[in-house]
């Protein structure tokens, strides 16, 4: 290791692996006592582990109230290092006998890192995936559960059925979270017989043969990808047989599942492994495999649900996000939302796309393409209200026109259909910039997506409500203790200790990197580069060279693949396209096969292996391709980041095999024609180069770099943003959060604490997460005067006064979860007609509980009260999610009056929200005394006859809300935005309304119809 150390670099935020070097020399001690042990004996070590840890033999999956946690836990605080060295131990030999295969020394040390709570940089090849079984599992062992977090839905299945056979052999369970459905790992469900496999997205049959006889050389690790070893064949210094004979406890090991799932199981999911179980199940288990989104999903639907038992997840303890710079910085600029639709606006957004289709660039608008941002022009603004019909678009039709003129604009000039999105049965699908994968559920915001689809001519879906929102930077944040791995970290080592405290551990290679990396070659045109890219090609493929060729977009990736097939190049192509996105684990497996010519969008998070020869392969397939140079890695086109750069060029070289890079970048690329000078343009076209000849000078290196350097600190500024302003909602999002996690999980003395927050009759008990803080009664009693409009003195009038016009509402019987019958007591508990009695105190309000509770029973009163309580909060919370991202827009106008929008949004977040406790607490007071609750299924028998109440505006939005939120839950795993359970009813101008006022409608809530 000390050879390695020297490589070692230390920055500010990258560490040293040193001081693991001890571990990793008492867990070698520990591997033949361990190789002694039976089956059933190792199995035994979990169960003994967790009892000198303290844990209890069963842990609930869902304790009774979730809060957050700090971000870091010391892990030397909590796992002692002789448990920490066996378990490893464990997890090495449960590998031997399960796999195959046995953790090298430096993944020992990955695991470390991991478990330290920190990011292990390991190259691509180096066996990242078996890396994260030695802290999943050691972190499992407190029964509180472990995430491991992938960028896609297949490589959740491929790992957990993959490593879920370690975990399984030392007794822990393991669950899946996917798109639209939840597994459980369970090995004795798959029967004798041919497997089911799937490679990318959906099912498939095998395609790869399972010789016996296919052959993995030496000094391979199979996580990544892995063949058959045959017995006696070297792996790391020590003998590893294919499969160990002679288990005492597990006898399919030997059946033709498992065999096919040793051959191709790096790339192919064998779902017979696979049994189909509720989220909470999936949760439930010991170690839980998804994608981010979905982690994140489940979260904000856990937030915006009514009953404890349709929760999903437990509190979080620890997580592991496989290619985490890409989930981490990549997609951080997105926040997740989930959304209801609110209104149709259909026909404006087709208005405006068919208005926009004659504005010219530079002539009705301006972009910048640094920015991605347009800017109307003059002439443009009078084209659009020549065609409106109106004099002045900024005050005659007002700010809405606006918005979809620049809107529509935007999706013109900016987006680009099979770049930035594809045409997917009659939707609109956003690709991931980063990996070309298409990101279903995912929706661009404020308008965008609905003006695509008008542009498009795609069906338009209706405008979105948010119900809740948070950015990937606060979800992650929330775990008490973090970490990840992927192949480039240390380029973002400070955006990763800034923004999440992570630092970064560069884990050595376990054999010496021996790839070459040649310089770029740059072109003046993108014609002559494809052009010479294609004659190269030609050169490696004649000469039997695989080669993976790199594109950044779907556009290039086909066009490039014009250019092979008139050099008569056979090629497989790799996007984000259904066509090809279905084979992705094997089209990436067997890239690495003689003559193989792959053209694919970035590689990042592919997440399987190119080896050699093929996978699986045999000896004389390695060694021939080995004897050729390896894999021949060609990048089209410089990436904004350089990570991305850096992990195609990591697909070749892996494990110490021969390999080669190389960049073609021509002056026409985005980076280059966005970032490069204008001088630099001026002299290569002075040069007189033909356009497919290629140039290389250290200025134009130079120039690429400093690009890259650019629009990565553009990029970073960029989630730096996105983040100071969604830390500004996230204080008031947890405030309500935990707010709402006592009511749903607390008893009723919890509810009835809860209660006496919110109105304020408590004044000496502070809220603890102190934002809700219980307002002097004082200042209540105003509040209560001013909505009810009475005249009497605020001093004189007790907490408790009821509006004289209450609202008619829904309560709910917690036990059943259903709504309840609509039910309202008409006799106010305060006097004739419900008007305010005089009072000194907060003890009439307490006495007309009391009267409640006396006449229901506590139980039901309150656990009626904790349904109004929760309805009320959801209403006022979306209504103020929606006015923040007005806000948010609106503050960025104030930097002209010298004024900084941050600082801006601050004031006014807290002003609001301060608004917002105000309105959740008059609307209480005006409704809880009113409220009658639901005894099996029936209101309570005292309900007055007396006509509905008038001015019930709230509850339709109450009961919109709840129904929306209702809905939403269902949608497990969908991320999609839901359809409104049930739309407004429409009425007859002279019918009564449909609120209950006793009006017209046209006179009420028709007035402006």
Not at 729 to 737: D, E, K, L, M
Not at 898 to 920: H, S
């Amino acid at each position: 290791m000390s050879f390695f150390g020297k490589l070692l670099g230390n920055t500010q935020h990258t560490q040293s692996v040193k001081h693991f070097e001890p571990l990793v020399a008492k867990i070698n001690a520990l591997e033949e006592s361990f190789k002694a042990l039976s089956d059933q004996e190792l199995k035994a070590k979990t169960v003994e582990f967790r009892r000198r840890l303290g844990v209890a033999p069963s842990v609930s999956p869902l304790p009774a109230v979730a809060e957050g946690a700090p971000m870091q836990a010391s892990v030397e605080a909590v796992i002692p290092g002789d448990i920490l060295s066996e378990a490893f131990a464990a997890v090495r030999e449960a590998a031997r006998r399960t796999l195959g295969q046995r953790h090298f020394d430096v993944q020992l040390i990955g695991g470390m890192v991991l478990d330290s709570g920190a990011i292990a940089e390991m190259r691509t090849g180096e066996g990242k995936t078996l890396v994260a079984t030695l802290s999943a599992y050691l972190n499992a062992l407190s029964g509180k559960g472990v995430h491991i977090v992938t960028v896609n839905d297949y490589l959740s299945r491929r790992d957990a059925v993959w490593m879920g056979q370690i975990y399984d052999f030392l007794g822990l369970t393991v669950g899946v979270i996917n798109h639209e459905a939840s597994f459980l790992y369970d090995s004795s469900i798959a029967p004798q017989g041919a497997a089911g496999t799937d490679s990318g997205p959906s099912s498939e049959a095998g395609g790869v043969p399972t010789s016996p006889t296919s052959y993995s050389p030496p000094r391979k690790d199979g996580a990544g990808g892995r063949s058959v070893v045959p017995p006696a064949t070297i792996v790391g210094e020590e003998p590893v047989p294919a499969k160990p004979t002679g288990r005492d406890t597990d006898v399919r090991v030997d059946h033709k599942l498992d065999k096919e799932r040793d051959d191709v199981g790096a790339f192919k999911v064998v779902h017979e492994f696979l049994r189909p179980c509720t989220r909470r199940e999936a949760y439930a288990a010991d170690i839980t495999y998804g994608t981010n989104n979905e982690f994140g999903f489940d979260y904000l639907r856990d937030n915006l649900e009514y009953s404890p038992a349709a929760l999903r997840q437990r509190p979080f303890n620890y997580a592991i996000v496989d290619e985490i710079d890409s989930i981490l910085i990549d997609e951080a600029r997105t926040p997740l939302i989930i959304s209801a639709p609110s209104r149709d606006a259909e026909s404006t957004y087709k208005q405006f796309a068919a208005l926009v289709v004659s504005f010219k660039e530079n002539e009705d608008y301006e972009k910048d393409e640094k920015r991605k941002a347009i800017s109307l022009l003059p002439a443009g603004i009078e084209k659009a209200e020549k065609a409106l019909g109106i004099d002045n678009i900024y005050t005659n039709a007002g700010i809405k026109y606006v918005h979809h003129l620049e809107t529509a604009v935007r999706a013109k000039a900016l987006f680009k259909r099979d770049k930035e999105y594809v045409v997917k049965d009659n939707q609109i699908v956003i690709v991931d910039e980063f990996t070309g994968r298409l990101q279903p559920g995912r929706r661009w915001s404020e308008g965008l997506h609905q003006a695509i689809e008008a542009k498009e001519g795609v069906v338009i879906q209706q405008e979105s409500r948010t119900y809740a929102t948070i950015t990937f930077q606060n979800f992650f944040r929330m775990y008490p203790k973090l970490s990840g791995m992927t192949g480039t970290a240390a380029t973002s080592s400070e955006e990763f200790y800034k923004v999440y405290g992570l630092d970064v551990y560069m884990v050595p290679p376990n054999v010496p990197v021996v790839r070459a990396d040649k310089n770029d070659q740059i072109f003046r045109t993108e014609p002559g580069k494809f052009k010479a890219i294609a004659r190269k090609v030609k050169e490696l493929h004649d000469k039997g060279q695989p080669v993976l060729i790199g594109t950044v977009s779907i556009e290039r990736n086909e066009l490039l693949s014009q250019f092979l097939k008139a050099e008569g190049i056979p090629h497989t192509m790799l996007n984000a396209k259904p066509e090809y996105a279905e084979r992705e684990g094997e089209t990436v497996a067997q890239a690495g096969k003689k003559g193989a010519v792959t053209i694919a969008t970035n590689m990042a998070g592919r997440g399987v292996d190119i080896k050699l020869g093929g996978n699986p392969n045999t000896k004389e397939a390695y060694e021939e391709v080995k004897r050729l140079g390896g894999l021949f890695v060609l990048g089209t086109e410089r990436h904004e980041a350089r990570r991305i750069d850096n992990q195609l060029r990591g697909r070749s070289g892996r494990q110490g095999d021969p390999g080669e890079t190389q960049f073609f970048v021509s002056l026409e690329d985005t980076l280059m024609r966005v970032f490069a000078s204008d001088t630099l343009k001026s002299m290569m076209g002075r040069l007189g180069m033909a356009e497919d000849e290629p140039i290389e000078h250290r200025l134009i290196s130079k120039a690429l770099e400093s690009a890259q350097e650019k629009i990565e600190g553009f990029n970073f500024d960029s989630r730096k943003h996105v983040l100071e302003f969604d830390d500004v909602i996230n204080t008031q999002r947890s405030s309500v959060y935990s707010r709402r996690r006592r009511l749903l999980l607390g008893n009723v003395d919890d509810v009835e604490k809860e209660l006496f927050e919110i109105l304020g009759l408590n004044d000496t008990a502070a809220s603890p997460d102190g934002t809700f803080s219980a307002a002097s009664l004082r200042d209540s009693r105003r509040e209560i005067a001013r909505f009810s409009g009475s005249t009497a003195r605020p001093e004189n009038l007790a907490i408790s006064t009821p509006l004289k016009q209450s609202p008619r509402l829904a309560a709910e019987n917690v036990p059943s979860g259903e709504a309840a019958a609509d039910a309202i007591d008409g006799n106010s508990p305060f006097g004739k007609g419900g008007a305010p009695e005089r009072s000194g105190g907060a003890g009439d309000f307490e006495s007309v509980i009391q009267k409640k509770i006396s006449e229901f029973g506590r139980d039901n009163f309150l656990n009626a009260a904790r349904i109004i309580l929760l309805q009320t909060i959801d209403m006022y919370w979306v209504e103020h999610l929606e006015v923040m991202d007005y806000t948010r827009g609106s503050v960025n106008l104030r930097a002209y009056g010298q004024r900084d929008p941050l600082v801006e949004y601050k004031k006014e977040g807290l002003r609001l929200f301060r608004e917002m406790q105000n309105a959740v607490r008059e609307q209480v007071v005006r409704i809880l005394p009113n409220i009658v609750p639901v005894i099996q299924g029936q209101a309570a028998q005292n309900i007055s006859s007396n006509a509905a109440p008038k001015n019930s505006v709230l509850t339709p939005e109450m009961r919109e809300v709840h129904e929306n939120a209702r809905i939403i839950g269902s949608q497990d795993g969908s991320g999609k935005a839901v359809q409104s359970a049930k739309k407004e009813p429409q009425f007859g101008r002279n019918d009564p309304c449909w609120c209950g006022s006793g009006k017209k409608y046209k006179k009420c809530h028709g007035k402006n119809v």
